[in-house]
């Protein structure tokens, strides 16, 4: 029962900050990421793709584009939706469709005051829409919102700034990276996306630190995603035999999981 989603920006209000289009469905992706039987992915991931049609991480995507882009991904479905904030109440009304028939599935309303408590609720009832047994969900390691991402909504909109600067090139993503570690210095996927900037932008000599800050919140990141920075860090100390053998454990314990391979 493994399932694919594509997740797209959302329409946001005029009083709504620009980055929460992007970081909100982000955010829910990412938190789904702790289910193994669910391959999510966001906008902000297929920039090469969005690219091909002149679009950009940033963009509203149109509906059909949306269909088009997700068949090309072998996403079984997509979604997308709106945010809105009045009276000190976030709004976020989501449209989950299946990508074949382009039929909605369902469509869902949620509101908080509370934008984790938003990203928590999404993210479970996305994954029970799209099919994942109740017993699953019930079993499956699912820590909540504010542990996995920056646990403060500046330090996420510094990391959300980071991504989008970071899809769009050059070496404007560091800055927002360590702004959100100095903000939430507990925040794994922070550091594991800084030391990613560092060495894409020549300054390798820094990745070593952010691997080991990495390393050491590595409780916050999900599963699948643990071995990465154990594999960074022996690739940087020059240990090829440790760094084979956690890529050969990982693969043991999540073959379907591409990114052992």
Not at 74 to 103: A, C, E, P, R
Not at 191 to 203: C, I, P
Not at 208 to 221: H, N, P, Q, R, S
Request: with cysteine; net charge negative.
């Amino acid at each position: 029962f493994r399932k694919n989603i594509l997740i797209f920006n959302f329409d946001i209000d005029d009083n709504i900050e620009d980055w929460m289009s992007s970081g909100i469905p982000g955010s829910i992706a990412y938190k789904m990421l702790q289910d193994i039987y669910v391959n999510s992915t966001h906008q902000l991931e297929i920039e090469s793709i969005l690219g091909d049609y002149n679009k950009s991480i940033s963009d509203i995507i149109p509906f059909s584009l949306q269909r088009e882009i997700s068949k090309k991904e072998n996403k079984q479905f997509f979604l997308n939706g709106s945010i809105s904030y009045n009276n000190d109440v976030f709004t976020i009304k989501t449209k989950l469709y299946n990508t074949n028939s382009s039929k909605i599935v369902v469509e869902k309303i949620f509101e908080s005051e509370d934008i984790y408590e938003l990203i928590d609720n999404l993210s479970f009832a996305i994954r029970s829409d799209i099919g994942i047994p109740e017993k699953h969900l019930d079993e499956n390691i699912d820590l909540p919102a504010i542990e996995v991402l920056p646990n403060s909504i500046e330090s996420m909109k510094q990391y959300i700034q980071g991504l989008i600067k970071q899809g769009d090139g050059g070496g404007q993503a560091i800055p927002y990276f360590e702004k959100s570690v100095e903000i939430d210095e507990t925040c794994a996927v922070c550091y594991f996306m800084l030391q990613n900037a560092y060495v894409m932008n020549n300054q390798g000599d820094k990745r070593l630190g952010a691997i080991k800050k990495a390393l050491e919140y590595d409780y916050k990141l999900p599963e699948r995603m643990k071995f990465l920075p154990k594999i960074m860090l022996y690739w940087e100390t020059q240990e090829p035999e440790k760094m084979t053998k956690v890529a050969e454990m990982q693969i043991q314990l999540y073959p379907e999981n591409l990114i052992g391979y």
